[in-house]
């Protein structure tokens, strides 16, 4: 649509506005998929044309998940709160992985099902490529069918590697599995079978609208401008690669000037390797460097990391720098940080009472215990509800985010007490002064720890 900037006194001229359109469209397919090559690829540097920009895309994805921490599911029944447990127990560690596919894919789909090969629960992680068909009731809106296709590349008997073909339709009263390629060789056969749970394979999706299934990833908005950045600084490396340092002489004859400085023809001047040039009266010698076509890149490559973290939405302290300029100050972007994992967490709420509804009701069938699924709530940063080992976790990606924000000398110390106290307000012991004090004394023991003996002696 194209879009006219005439302002002017009628409103036909605003260009926020359009005229009515009958029938109004509207999609329900959902069939705008990931580019998952170039998120992953972006995510681990290994996207090719987006290599040089990699370092500025493994932070803000990263960084927000570490102080994100984990959701806590409660419920007031006893059998349900312990099954709760056992799920928190054994997916705490898959969760942070959900979390960065997420925000960097844009859309998770997560199949929770139980296995009674090993008897143990599973969520199964399905990539949004393979999600290929999203049916919807025209009465309802509901989604009542969800198809996936892969292409698996498997092991066989004589460690030989075949490809295969998997494509599932999954509907609340069955699965089909239907296998292609060389199933035969992998002795795959295509299967119908009982949708126990009734449940499909539950989204987590990252800033989508009311009525979006598929998310959006935190790349979205500044996946152009990091293609310039590379390009830039490609440019930049290219030139000072290929530019050699230039002489450039001032003379009155060029074989005397030769013969002064030891040399019988042009070819034989050293430009890198000669450590003096001689000059009679009014004869000059200088060398050329490339320093302002370097200072044009650098100021170009500037503006860009400007522009891209502007445009992200994502919090300045979370991209590893130092606040600087007058774009807002230290304390503003902590606080910025906050309400951005805030929304993060707020953003899986219904998907994670969906996942762990259905994980307790699959627990209770494969127990045989009487459970109240129908009334989990999930909350966020109450450590005290989690286990030692559960609790560790969460510890431990508060520390990654920390030590990112600390080295990027992005926060004070006191500005991680009040990021600490915002989002784990129940596990804040200590005042500041003793949470400052407890910091300092944990820098001083990492700088013994990793200094050398002579100088770890001394301070004895």
Known sequence: MQISFTWGRKNSANPTKQQRRTPNSRDWTDSLQVNHDLTYGLYHNSYPGMKLAGALA???????????GLPIPKSEDEITQLLLDEIMERFATQMEQMHIECHRDGTLWVWPFFSATDGKIHWEIIPDGSVTDIIRSIETGVIIKIVTNEQLTVTVDDNKTVVVNRKRVFTREKITETWGGASI?????????RNVGGDLPIPFPNN??????????????????????????LMQSTTLAKFNTKLAVTMKGAKDWLANNG???????????????????????????????????????????????EGSGIPEICWGVKVEGNLASAEE??????????????????????LFTASVKLLSVATMQASKAADIKITWGALDELSAKTKAEVFKLFADGAAALING????KSQLYKLWDSLYPS??????????????GMAKHKQFKDADYDMARDEF
């Not at 493994?58 to 994100?68: C, D, E, L, Y």
């Not at 990091?226 to 830039?232: S, V």
């Open 58 to 68: 493994f932070s803000p994805i990263a960084v927000p998940v570490w102080f994100m």
């Open 185 to 193: 060789a992998a002795n795959l056969k295509s299967s119908t079978k």
């Open 208 to 233: 989508s609208d009311a009525n979006e299934t598929r998310g959006h990833s935190d790349y979205e908005r500044i996946v152009y401008d990091l293609k310039d950045y590379n390009d830039i600084d």
């Open 263 to 309: 040399y019988t023809s042009i070819s034989e001047v050293d430009v890198a390797g000669s450590d003096m040039f001689l000059n009679v009266p009014d004869e000059k010698t200088e060398l050329l460097f490339p320093t302002n076509a370097h200072e044009a890149y650098e100021s170009a490559l500037k503006r860009k990391f400007r522009k891209i973290v």
């Open 333 to 354: 972007q902590m606080g910025l940080l906050v309400q951005f994992v805030k929304d993060k967490r707020n953003q899986k709420i219904k998907s994670y009472t969906r």
């Open 409 to 412: 000398a992005a926060c004070t």
């Open 427 to 440: 596990m804040t012991e200590e005042n500041q002064e003793e949470f400052e004090i407890a910091l300092s």
